[in-house]
């Protein structure tokens, strides 16, 4: 089935130079870029993208994450791609692995790149791809106004 599927490269993978890789990644799925832009995210559209997390008590720590609160060599940027095509999520999803690093298949990009730093409780994960359709829907509607989507 053709859909959308959000994907975020994260603070740290900015600050690691890693966004070549990551697209290079990506584009071998033959999926379309429809959309992208790099942003400074707000804290308000961090929460709202989070929302499901609520009361974790892990929340805080992933905002300022997000914000790039722990990745100053980001300058708090955040690179933002919508990709659409046949099982776009699941196809995304398996490359970009578990979102635990510790957890992620080695050939992966959370594998390769990320890591869980246990003692500040901090997860660097490198991207964010969305969990399902509805997600993408969802949170492509708060990262990208209708305007900046190509039609493809």
């Known amino acids: ?6 994907v975020l490269i994260k603070p740290d ?7 070549g890789v990551i697209l290079d990644r990506l584009e071998r799925l033959e999926l ?9 995210p707000t804290e308000d559209l ?13 929340l805080e720590s992933v905002v300022r994450y997000m914000l ?10 955040i690179l933002a791609f919508i990709f659409q095509g046949e099982d776009a999520v ?15 298949a080695p050939w992966t ?3 390769n790149f990320g890591k869980v730093d246990a003692q500040a409780d901090i997860v660097y ?14 949170e492509i509607a708060l990262w990208f106004e209708p305007q900046e989507v190509l039609d493809a």
Request: glycine share 6%.
């Open 1 to 6: 089935m053709k859909e959308r599927c959000l």
């Open 13 to 19: 993978a900015l600050e690691k130079r890693l966004t």
């Open 32 to 40: 379309d870029v429809i959309a992208a832009k790099a942003l400074t």
């Open 46 to 58: 961090i929460r709202a993208h989070y929302q499901h997390l609520a009361g974790k008590p892990f």
């Open 68 to 77: 790039g609160d722990y990745n100053p060599g980001a300058k708090r940027k």
């Open 90 to 104: 699941a196809k995304i999803r398996r490359t970009v692995g578990a979102t635990n690093p510790n957890n992620a």
């Open 109 to 111: 990009i959370r594998g």
């Open 125 to 138: 994960n490198c991207v964010h791809a969305s969990d399902n359709a509805q997600d993408a829907q969802r």
